[in-house]
């Protein structure tokens, strides 16, 4: 057990101080940002993201994943926090804790394997525009100096790293944000700053229960809310988890990772915090700024506080612009640009899948919904591609007046109309046989078929024969048992 | 034993596998896993484990993220893993072709050479239902670096792999006498067992050295563990020591030249088994001759 401590936290001491620390600085107008969105006071995200990012340190479940308030959260948020207020917000933040701990003990994590990778795709890149969608109100109605500011920033962030030597030490977000306040500080420029946006955290924060009566009509109010919290929160963390997954080529634990992502918003709900997930822009910087292990995650929590605390004069004067120009890199560097080429090589249903992903999100502002349809489509597309797996050969016996028909390949509900349709009910002949022994009959519908077809042929006065049924007829069984016969797999391909 | 016997059939020879690395203690390895091969009679099978969780991350500090970065960031460190993983097989071949020289020289007909990608700990896990003994250094390559005495890899193989361990000091003697720790418990009679089980240390002066007072139940139970042992040869001698038990078995091995300590890794509770029994633990950190543990 020490080894193992070591190795998740000790193995990569500098590498994850310093991407500890540059999360951190990244962290601080995110959360900043993603409090403006959820409308609340900026402290709220930040005590959010200090809170969860020490937490999910030590109980999540993927070393080397940066958690903390998130935008995909916030949008959720929004309604809820115009309507009823902050602490409703908090006591939802609780409740979304409780169903996510929930969903690690039933192993929900599995279920990620039905969300397919166009899917991803799909809410990677909705999220993506949602986070630039988000900066718009920021862009709308203000004077020329905002657009300049901006375009300034967006310019020091991209082009910062190309100077060498510094350019590869100093986060270049971190110098967009400090060369725009010193310039808006010094010009005294008539702009929006994050003063002018709510309450920043001027102490630690403290323990508090939110304020809302306990009643049956106050969580009726919030669970839809943390039912959706609870969704996205563990399908953007899950879908992080794969990507850091593929970048360090190491595993994760999903469904530790599950129960960590409730425990962590459990804590952010008590010490007056939003709820948050996994961040995919961040866990990225993390790793590529060569975080590795939980210390990076946990650093960069503690660090993001310090900064706050210390810093809380110089924080009022931060330009929104320049927020709305770390913002859009964060939008840029989340989407999957390479999703956009590949939609000329990848097959029409897998676009199909990608895009309603985006559109639903984009329409509906909240991304269960988008995953909900994207797995709902590409579920029937596979059903569509499998059910054309099915061929029935129909062959005449002249000396008994027999017509026999052999069935091979998938009938199910997507191919149980194409099966019907391949019998020839008019022929008149005295017997049929209906050979299914190199058939899979996966559900109800697929014997309701074969029933109507048997009704059919004797309706007509045929003497009908169905050989097979029982071995084709063993897949309807809901855990057919593969598990207890390791030749059942091989037999059931075969026969 | 049934266990093991399933086993062979379904593999064929088991074999004894030496963990090679870039340590001093290798080539005392290969020479004490040779020894025991011609014992045993048994195929030989020389391991290198790339234990990639040492390296170093690469770090890039901008803090900003653009157009394809993910992509681009996996490429890097993709092609980052394959260089150095690339590297380290080579070395790796380097390594086990040295070794192979070595036993081949000791007069081991022929080995077979493997390289994982893994733990240590795990990989040996992978290999028992082919192997009937493992050997490996006291010192690993990092810890000859570190100073510290004992392997880094070796308490975490020992908990957690199931098969026989040869522990060997940097350098190769040929085994005259060997040792058991005998405290007189069911596992202990486990351990007789199996030791009766194997040739390797057949013909060799066996001493039965029981760590407690001298009554006539522990005398009893090391008549009865004699007799367990009586095919591997007629010279095997009792003792009973009183006193602390690492520093009697280390006092009666220095006393009586005794090269190998064969000695049971069982815990009586299961924190003690997850601490692998303290003795041998404390055995472990001032051993300076071949220890055998048995699991």
């Known amino acids: 057990m020490l080894s193992s401590i070591r190795n998740t936290w000790f193995s990569n001491v500098r590498g994850d101080l310093l991407a500890g620390i540059v999360v951190a600085l990244a962290l601080i107008p995110e959360a900043i940002a993603f409090s403006i969105i959820a409308g609340v006071d900026p402290k709220v995200g930040l005590y959010a993201s200090f809170c969860i990012a020490v937490v999910i340190s030590f109980v999540g479940g993927r070393p080397g994943m940066i958690s903390a308030a998130t935008g995909a959260m916030a949008l959720l948020m929004v309604t809820l926090v115009k309507e009823h207020g902050l602490e409703y917000l908090l006591a939802a933040t609780l409740l979304t804790g409780l169903l996510q701990i929930l969903a690690g003990y039933l192993k929900l994590g599995s279920l990620m394997r039905f969300v397919s990778r166009s899917v991803v795709t799909g809410f990677v890149n909705a999220l993506a525009i949602l986070i630039f969608m988000a900066q718009l109100p920021e862009l709308t109605n203000v004077t020329w100096h905002v657009y300049v500011m901006t375009a300034g920033g967006l310019g020091i962030i991209y082009l910062f790293p190309l100077i060498p030597v510094i350019g590869r ?35 630690l924060p403290i323990f508090l229960w939110p304020d809302v009566p306990l009643t049956l009509e106050t969580l009726m109010i919030i669970l839809p809310y943390a039912v959706a919290l609870t969704v996205v929160g563990l399908l953007e963390s899950m879908m992080t988890a794969t990507i850091v997954d593929d970048l360090t080529d190491t595993t994760s634990d999903r469904n530790r990772e599950c129960k960590g992502q409730g425990i962590a918003n459990i804590g952010s709900g008590l010490l007056g915090g939003m709820a948050g997930c996994a961040m995919i822009g961040q866990s ?132 149980s109309e194409k099966f ?44 009908v024969e169905v050989i097979g049924l029982n071995e084709a007829s063993a897949t309807i069984v809901d855990r057919f048992g593969v598990h207890d016969k390791p030749d059942a797999v091989e037999r059931l391909m075969a026969h | ?40 009679g048994a195929p030989l099978m020389l391991l290198h484990v790339l234990d990639e969780e040492k390296y170093p991350a690469p770090t890039d500090l901008t803090g900003s993220i653009g157009l394809g970065s993910r992509e681009q960031l996996q490429e890097e460190l993709v092609s980052l893993d394959q260089e150095r993983s690339k590297l380290a097989l080579k070395h790796g071949h380097v390594l086990l072709d040295e070794a192979e020289k070595r036993v081949l020289a000791d007069g081991v007909e022929k080995a077979a050479k493997r390289q994982r990608h893994d733990e240590l700990a795990s990989s040996l896990a992978g290999l028992e239902s082919e192997s009937q003994l493992f050997v490996m ?39 005259r006498s060997v040792m058991l720790a005998f405290d007189g418990s069911a596992t202990a009679f486990r351990s007789v067992e199996l030791l009766s089980a194997t ?88 051993a300076n001759k071949p220890l055998v543990i048995l699991r």
């Not at chain 1, 489509?377 to 099915?390: I, P, T």
């Open chain 1, 169 to 203: 030490i100093l986060p270049s977000p971190l110098i967009c944000i400090v060369v725009l306040t010193g310039l808006a500080m010094y010009l005294n420029l008539p702009i929006r700053t994050v003063g002018d946006m709510g309450q920043l955290p001027d102490t």
């Open chain 1, 284 to 415: 990225i910087i993390n790793i590529k700024s060569g975080g590795r292990t939980r210390l990076s995650c946990m650093v960069a929590g503690v660090f993001l506080l310090v900064m706050v605390l210390v810093l809380d004069q110089w924080l009022v004067q931060i330009p929104m612009a320049a927020l709305v120009a770390v913002m859009i890199m964060v939008s840029i560097g989340t989407f999957s640009w390479g999703s956009i080429k590949n939609l000329r090589e990848h097959p029409l249903s897998t676009n199909i899948v990608m895009v309603v992903t985006v559109i639903v999100v984009v329409a509906t502002h909240n991304l269960a919904f988008g995953v909900l349809a994207g797995v709902l489509l590409a579920a029937l597309f596979f059903a569509n591609k499998v059910g054309q797996y099915m061929l029935v050969k129909s062959d005449f016996d002249d000396e008994t007046d027999t017509r026999t028909y052999t069935v091979i390949g998938q009938v199910f509900f997507s191919s």
């Open chain 1, 420 to 463: 019907i349709e391949a019998f020839d009910f008019k022929e008149a002949t005295d017997n049929v046989v209906i050979d299914l022994s190199r058939a899979h009959f996966w559900d109800i519908t697929a014997v309701a078929a074969l029933d109507k077809a048997v009704v059919k042929f004797r309706r007509e006065g045929a003497d």
């Open chain 2, 1 to 40: 034993m049934t266990n093991e016997n399933r086993d062979a059939a379904a593999q064929g020879p088991l074999h004894v596998v030496a963990c090679i690395d870039g340590s001093e203690a290798a080539l005392a390895v290969c020479d004490y896993a040779a020894w025991a091969c011609k014992r045993m």
């Open chain 2, 137 to 175: 250094g006291l010192h690993g390559e990092s810890s000859a670096a570190a100073g510290r005495h004992v392997g880094s890899q070796l308490e975490t193989v020992i908990r957690s792999v199931h098969r026989p361990i040869l522990v060997v000091p940097d350098q190769f003697v040929p085994p």
């Open chain 2, 199 to 286: 040739p390797v240390f057949k013909g060799i002066p066996l001493h039965l050295v029981l760590v407690g007072a001298d009554t006539a139940e522990h005398q009893e139970q090391l008549k009865r563990a004699q007799h367990l042992l009586s095919a591997q040869g007629p010279d095997i001698r009792l003792a009973i020591r009183d006193g602390d038990v690492e520093q009697a078995l280390h006092a009666y091995q220095e006393e009586h030249d005794i090269d190998i300590l064969i000695m049971g890794a069982y815990g009586h509770s299961r924190i003690r088994q997850f601490l692998v029994g303290s003795t041998t633990t404390r055995m472990l950190e001032t």
